[in-house]
Nanobody, 122 residues
Framework: QVQLVESGGGLVQAGGSLRLSCAAS????????AGWFRQAPGKEREFVSA????????SYADSVKGRFTSSRDNAKNTMYLQMNSLKPEDTAIYYC???????????????WGQGTQVTVSS
């Protein structure tokens, strides 16, 4: 079992930046591949990014590629999502998630945080 807690959300103007953090506790975080999802009002939850156990491999949704960067510090049991050039359409609740890897990324998303709100004003 691993518990995940997000932080770092808030209100930012379009073009601004935020860095989300996801703190893990419980079993060793480095055992799991992990990632980020988001859910905007009235929409389905969507994939944002995934990161391998060691952090060397990352993938991104096309909508955030070139603007968002995921990273992790396994010594601190923490994962990050650096979000730059934010747009109003990035407004959503952001969730971190983790699961046992198949290859580089989770085969299933077994563990979820409670989410943190990101609001981008135009």
């Amino acid at each position: 079992q691993v518990q995940l807690v997000e932080s770092g959300g808030g209100l930012v103007q379009a073009g601004g930046s935020l860095r989300l953090s996801c703190a893990a506790s419980g079993r060793t975080f480095s055992t799991y591949a992990a990632g980020w999802f988001r859910q905007a009002p009235g929409k389905e939850r969507e994939f944002v990014s995934a990161i391998s156990r060691g952090g060397g491999r990352r993938s991104y949704a096309d909508s955030v590629k070139g603007r968002f960067t995921s990273s992790r510090d396994n010594a601190k049991n923490t994962m990050y999502l650096q979000m730059n050039s934010l747009k109003p359409e990035d407004t959503a609740i952001y969730y971190c998630a983790a699961g046992p890897p198949i290859g580089d990324y989770p085969g299933s998303w077994d563990y979820w945080g409670q989410g943190t709100q990101v609001t981008v004003s135009s």
